[in-house]
């Protein structure tokens, strides 16, 4: 019988290789994107195009308003993404982290996944390239594991838990090529912090430095769309 699995699908990079990456392992995939009050709604525009292309069973998009209290740049119209050198700060958690999103997120999917029949989650969390957002670290993810096999029904039903991070050690590079080897269609997603209504990017914010080095580094062409050259 085939395995069913909620994954989280933003419409960025990541979460489209996650998508590849459950339907090479042979799950039925359940795509779940959130409308969280995000500068730009291009993103979900992408999450459908790839949910279609990556075949999942069933894509929903949720209506979650984290702008109610702000806190990010991506959230709160009165801060702004960095861009250029002020992009790339290391040593602190940027401003483009959204409080506590990656935990309500989590938490949302486990609640469709125990009315599916699921115990698996997909999250396309990352150490090497995002470091600095708390709620992408291995440590998380392993306590939130632990966390909702307490407090749902499946552990008592017997089941288990399994919150899939497989781009977890991989560089944007690795993740670029594991991509592009299960048929992956980067052209289709959009990255950007800031994007534009047409899902152009701005090329100059971390996320769309960290895309474009990756593609580089990689070998392989950037199908990004900018809305400048870049």
């Given at each position: 019988?085939?395995?069913?699995?909620?994954?989280?699908?933003?419409?960025?990079?990541?979460?489209?290789?996650?998508?590849?990456?459950?339907?090479?392992?042979?799950?039925?995939?359940?795509?779940l994107?959130?409308?969280?009050?995000?500068?730009?709604?291009?993103?979900l525009d992408?999450?459908?195009?790839?949910?279609?292309?990556g075949?999942?069973?069933?894509?929903?998009?949720?209506?979650?308003?984290?702008s109610?209290?702000?806190?990010?740049?991506?959230?709160d119209?009165?801060?702004?993404?960095?861009?250029?050198?002020?992009?790339?700060?290391?040593g602190?958690?940027?401003?483009?982290?959204?409080?506590?999103?990656n935990?309500?997120?989590?938490?949302?999917?486990?609640?469709?996944?125990?009315?599916?029949?699921?115990?698996?989650?997909f999250?396309?969390?990352?150490?090497?390239?995002?470091?600095?957002?708390?709620?992408?670290?291995?440590?998380?993810?392993?306590?939130?594991?632990?966390?909702?096999?307490?407090?749902t029904?499946?552990?008592?039903?017997?089941?288990?838990?399994?919150?899939?991070?497989p781009?977890?050690?991989l560089g944007?590079?690795?993740?670029?090529?594991?991509?592009?080897?299960l048929?992956?269609?980067?052209?289709?997603?959009?990255?950007?912090?800031?994007?534009?209504?047409?899902?152009?990017?701005?090329?100059?914010?971390?996320s769309?430095?960290?895309?474009?080095?990756?593609?580089r580094?990689?070998?392989?062409?950037?199908?990004?769309?900018?809305?400048?050259?870049?």
């Amino acid at each position: 019988m085939t395995k069913k699995a909620v994954i989280l699908l933003s419409g960025g990079l990541d979460s489209a290789t996650c998508l590849a990456v459950a339907k090479r392992d042979g799950f039925d995939s359940y795509a779940l994107s959130f409308f969280y009050g995000q500068r730009h709604d291009s993103e979900l525009d992408a999450a459908r195009r790839v949910a279609q292309a990556g075949g999942a069973r069933e894509h929903r998009i949720f209506d979650l308003g984290l702008s109610a209290w702000g806190g990010s740049a991506l959230t709160d119209e009165a801060l702004a993404v960095p861009k250029g050198a002020s992009a790339d700060a290391e040593g602190i958690i940027p401003i483009t982290y959204v409080p506590a999103r990656n935990l309500v997120f989590l938490s949302l999917a486990a609640a469709w996944a125990e009315t599916l029949g699921a115990h698996d989650i997909f999250i396309g969390v990352n150490s090497v390239d995002y470091s600095g957002y708390p709620d992408c670290r291995p440590e998380f993810i392993d306590a939130f594991r632990r966390t909702v096999t307490l407090g749902t029904r499946t552990a008592d039903d017997g089941g288990e838990w399994e919150i899939h991070t497989p781009l977890q050690h991989l560089g944007k590079a690795e993740i670029i090529r594991l991509g592009v080897s299960l048929g992956v269609d980067y052209s289709l997603t959009v990255s950007c912090y800031d994007a534009d209504r047409e899902g152009r990017a701005c090329g100059d914010c971390a996320s769309c430095h960290l895309r474009r080095e990756g593609f580089r580094a990689a070998g392989i062409p950037d199908p990004t769309r900018y809305a400048a050259r870049h």
